[in-house]
């Protein structure tokens, strides 16, 4: 029989539907066709009917409701669950929670409001959420993390999926990776929402199609799996990875301290690029050195080379050296370690950019006479780069790096280190023209 105003499972096995969803690891999941008039999910909603219920398709109960009926509700469609960017998230259950730290979502839908900050999902444990804001896809893990974003299409369904793991969390879109960060582990989190998330301020405006929550990290083999499932049943149109684009440094990369809700200027820069078929890592640790850096290359860079796109499809974006010269390496030192990571790189395959260093003015950067130190640097990096296939001068930019610019927020954080969102975006316009020459 028929459930809400869609499909049950086992009619779509009989009928000959898509492949569903991986099972592996699969803590709940729910349609936006299969949708109910009440909390109990016993009332199922016809077309133009207000929401107060989503059932969950694996039978273990876990139905995602609204806390109230008060205020607006998602309205039910034909083929999709309708959210108007009012006050109508659907509640996801404490009972998606167990004793992990890790957690995998999956939300498909169209997204056609990508003007303004607007909430898809979140979810424990981890805390992860996914949002978007100034025209990206955003993700957010436990306290003030935003890894990457792009533009997904608008006039088709999009597959998003957020996968946590350890010390990573990576983001894919239409079946590419946009980013795999480098995190700290989140606290758990208590159930969750779809439609709002707690770490952003607007609510979601568009079609809702189909929602997961995984146990876990999920891998490669079946978050692909997941996106063809969404393009055979949901339309999703899938993309193909030919690049890879990695981005090495310190907070200024990770953008971990600075943002609110928008992005750092790795994800800007693949916002920029003449095309999305982009697997981005993001690669930026707090307080990284170069140093550092160098001595990870082999565990943390070197593995994801993808020798199968061929050659001149790798780029290792490297910045940083702040905590270096701060921590007594000369300027020469500190060209030399970078120097040192591109002859490892260059050994494994990668295309390599560079980029010059952006000033501060905090107490501590002021104590080690930081900017005398990074202008020198600069200039011995401006005259010995032709070791690096690209170089960017960020750090002599007219808008973001004189001396003293970080004393204003007008491009900085009010750390005076970081740059804001203005800032990465500005960071961004200086890094794409070299990083699109590679693409």
Known sequence: ??????????????????TLLPQTNLLARWYGTDVYTDTAVTAPATVGQNVMGMKDQTGAGLHAVRASADGTRPVAQSGYLAFNGTVQQMQLPAGINTSRQDSTLVFIGRLNDLSTTRSLMDAGPGQLALFTGQGHINAYKGSGYQPTGIIPRTDVPCVFVISSGGSRVRVYVNGVMHTAALIATAATAAGGSLGKVSASGGYFRDQFYEAAVYAGELSEALIRQIGAYAAARWGAVLK?????????????????????????????????????????????????????????????????????LGADKNILVIQGGGNDVIAGTTPA???????????????????????????????????????????????????????????????????????????????YHTDKAHLNDAGQAVAAAVYSPVVNGFL
């Open 1 to 18: 029989m028929m459930t809400g105003i869609g499909l049950s499972i086992a009619q779509q096995r009989r009928a000959g539907a898509p």
């Open 240 to 308: 193909i990875p030919t690049h890879t684009l990695i981005f090495k440094g310190d907070s200024r990369t990770s953008a971990a301290i600075a943002l609110t809700h928008l992005e750092s200027f790795p994800g800007w820069v693949v916002h920029n690029a003449p095309h999305q078929n982009l697997r981005l890592y993001n690669l930026g640790v707090a307080s990284q050195a170069v140093s550092a850096m160098k001595t990870n290359y082999p565990t943390e860079v070197a593995p994801l080379y993808d020798a199968s």
């Open 333 to 411: 030192q500190l060209l030399q370690l970078f120097k040192d990571i591109a002859i490892l790189a260059h050994t494994t395959g990668y295309k390599v950019v560079v980029g010059s260093m952006l000033p501060r003015t905090d107490t501590v950067a002021a104590a080690a006479s930081y900017n005398t130190l990074r202008n020198a640097f600069n200039v011995l990096l401006a005259g010995d780069h032709a070791w690096a296939e690209g170089y960017v001068p960020v750090g002599e930019d007219v808008t973001i790096g004189p001396d003293a610019t970080p004393d204003s927020t007008t491009y």
